[in-house]
């Protein structure tokens, strides 16, 4: 189960990594239909790459280089472009996304990039919404969200699920609309403890105890359902 | 850190990662090829045939186009002979003739006799032809590397398999 | 797992890269120190075409042209702190019929001139690398083995064309050349041209001379590749 995987809390990575994998759970537990675009455009770039590559492997291979060299010449000249092009599309039109779907009710689509900086324990989460519904030209909206990961994982490195996910609801208002009681959990807690992320130890270990995740606190009905889609997932 | 192979895409795009690593390796090479217009523009030495010049483990720069001037005498080239496998890394020290049919004798600096007895049957001269390039580098020890992964093939699979399990397993 | 293989590989990355750089700068620190290399006089003392075979158990007769040659260079600027060795070497080129080009080189004579950071590898007797070594008194460089004076040198490697006919053969001239063997870095040969820092190698042709005709006298048991 996904949140018994305990990770080193000391690896930014893993930490960053474990949080996008639950980011886009979280998502599709909600019935988000994520768009794979700028993945599919990724692996396809860098699997003709490597294809090429290793076309150009087998025809040297067999026919050796002086035979081929004008062929490998212009392979490794396509291989470039790819491979540069495959460089713009990670650093300038992914830019770190890890999530990009719509809304259930099809009226926002949303786009979700996070990041960490070195030696700082902080998910830095951007959003950008777009309204679908708005008719005379599109209404944009960018949010963002920086939260110690302090918040959703537990000392020995486990992921508790529901204050990360409160931090989604609550920060983006298209995930809020949605998932209503995460959204008003935290307003609650928040009034009375006055606290960003007010866990007792206690509901902590009651969660990493649980196990089964009709024991999460105050998870309703739904909430449980979604959470088992996301721990199979 | 397995379960990120969960989806399929994100284990396409950690499959990806490795095959890219090694292919931008490969192409790096032959790109260096493409220039140099050399099948084998870096070279490891294998014997001591030049010393003191070059030891066993040096690297070797290998430069195989001839812009300004003809490979000539003096030049120290590697080249291969018919029927066997391993190139050699010589001085050419006669040459008679010009262009691609002029006659070239190498010999080790450090041999006492010239190449002729390396040749195939009945070659007495290299042509330009079998010269893979003149060498214009030289980094020392570095190439002992590859002497270590040839005579022991297990350190080969165990630094592919090693290098293959960090790039699988770790994310950036 | 993790935190190790990272560190290794950080390490290892950062070694690389500190080894790379230092070895760039080595090299690159050849083209800062002055290259004024010299040959005062190159002429042949005796020359001498012989009839032989090119080995033992070959039916085959040659002609082989035996050149003695005076030199008197000094090579001494080539040695600096990243040199390994120079390598010197005298050819005899010639012109083949209807070409005005020297289409035709030998090597005639050559020498390995170690600096004494790799005399350790020089492939010697173990006396004459003792006398090597204490010859350069301790020092790291010692161009002094730059200069060279020889007079009616030997010939190292006879030569002939393979056309087995040399004798009377007119323009021959002898060169002088050298390669300096980098211990980190490019090869570099004499140059006909001025570079930066580094000056042409001036004079190192000798005048042109013809070989005489054949000398009735069968040297064929030692040839090619005598040793001096």
């Known amino acids: 189960m996904a949140s018994q995987e305990k990770i080193t809390v000391y690896n930014l990575a893993d930490l960053k990594n474990t949080s996008d994998d639950a980011l886009t759970n979280y998502l599709t537990s909600l019935k988000f239909t994520q768009s794979h675009r700028l993945t599919d455009v990724r692996l396809a770039l860098g699997y003709s790459a490597f294809l090429l590559s290793a076309a150009c492997f087998l025809w040297d291979y067999k026919l050796g280089f002086e035979s081929t060299k004008y062929l490998t010449a212009a392979a490794v000249a396509v291989y470039t472009i790819l491979n540069s092009a495959l460089t713009f599309w990670i650093f300038y039109v992914e830019k770190g996304t890890v999530y990009e779907g719509t809304s259930p009710s099809k009226s ?22 777009e309204d679908l519904k708005s008719k005379g030209g599109k209404k944009r909206d960018v949010l963002t969200i920086s939260r110690p990961f302090a918040d959703w994982f537990d000392a020995a490195g486990r992921f508790v699920a529901q204050p990360f996910q409160t931090a989604l609801a609550t920060g983006v208002p298209a995930i809020g609309e949605v998932d209503v009681k995460r959204v008003a959990a935290v307003t609650k807690k928040e009034e009375v403890g006055g606290a960003a992320a007010g866990y007792t130890p206690e509901l902590l270990e009651a969660l990493a105890n649980a196990g089964a995740v009709g024991g999460e606190g105050d998870a309703s009905g739904i909430d449980a359902k979604k959470g088992g889609k996301r721990r199979k997932a | ?14 499959l990806m ?4 690593i090694l292919s931008t390796a490969f192409m790096m090479w032959k790109g260096l090829s493409v220039i140099t217009d050399s099948p084998s523009p870096i070279v490891v030495v294998l014997s001591g045939s030049m010393e003191p010049a070059f030891q066993r483990g040096d690297l070797l720069l290998l430069w195989n186009r001839n812009v300004i001037e003809e490979t000539s005498v003096g030049e120290i080239v590697v080249y291969n002979v018919q029927g066997k496998d391993i190139p050699i890394v010589h001085r050419i020290i006669r040459k008679f003739g010009t262009g691609p049919e002029a006659k070239l004798l190498t010999k080790g600096d450090n041999n006492p006799a010239d190449d002729t007895e390396l040749y195939a049957a009945g070659q007495d001269y290299l042509n330009r032809k079998d010269i893979i390039g003149s060498v214009v580098g030289y980094i020392p020890f570095v190439g002992y590397v590859t002497i270590m992964l040839s005579e022991h093939p297990w350190m080969k699979t165990a630094m592919l398999g090693i290098m293959g399990l960090v790039v699988v397993l770790q994310r950036e | 797992m993790y935190s190790s293989v990272v560190r290794l590989q950080n390490t290892f990355g950062f070694f690389t890269t500190v080894a790379f750089v230092v070895a760039s700068l080595v090299s690159l620190s050849d083209f800062l120190s002055a290259r004024t290399p010299t040959v005062d006089l190159l002429k042949t003392t005796s020359l001498q075409v012989v009839k032989g075979r090119p080995h033992y158990y070959s039916s085959k007769k040659e002609e082989y042209a035996i050149i003695k040659f005076s030199l008197d ?33 030998a090597v005639i004579w050559d020498k390995i001139i170690t600096a004494p950071s790799s005399d350790h590898l020089a492939n010697i007797g173990p006396i004459e690398r003792k006398r090597l070594k204490k010859s350069a008194g301790g020092k790291p460089i010692d161009p002094s083995r730059g200069k060279l004076q020889l007079k009616n040198q030997r010939y190292k490697y006879q030569i002939t064309h393979p056309s087995g006919r040399i004798a ?19 090869l570099t040969w004499n140059q006909e041209q001025t570079w930066g820092k580094w000056q042409a190698l001036k004079g190192a042709a000798s005048k042109k001379f013809a070989l005489p005709a054949l000398k009735k006298k069968d040297e064929g048991k030692k040839n090619k590749t005598t040793r001096t």
Do not use: C
């Not at chain 3, 009377?168 to 490019?186: A, C, M, R, T």
């Open chain 1, 108 to 129: 926002t689509k949303i786009k979700v990039s996070t990041k960490t900086n070195k030696n700082e324990p902080v998910y830095h989460v951007t959003v950008e919404v």
């Open chain 2, 1 to 14: 850190m397995l379960s990120s192979l969960g989806s399929p895409r994100q284990a396409a795009a950690q």
């Open chain 2, 17 to 20: 990662n490795f095959g890219l």
């Open chain 3, 73 to 105: 260079a000094d090579l001494s600027s080539l040695f600096t702190w990243n040199t390994k060795q120079v390598f010197v070497y005298v050819t005899a080129e010639w012109p083949s019929l209807g070409s005005q080009n020297n289409t035709n080189q």
């Open chain 3, 168 to 186: 009377s053969q007119e323009d021959v001239v002898l060169k002088l050349h050298y390669n300096v063997q980098p211990w980190v870095g490019i």
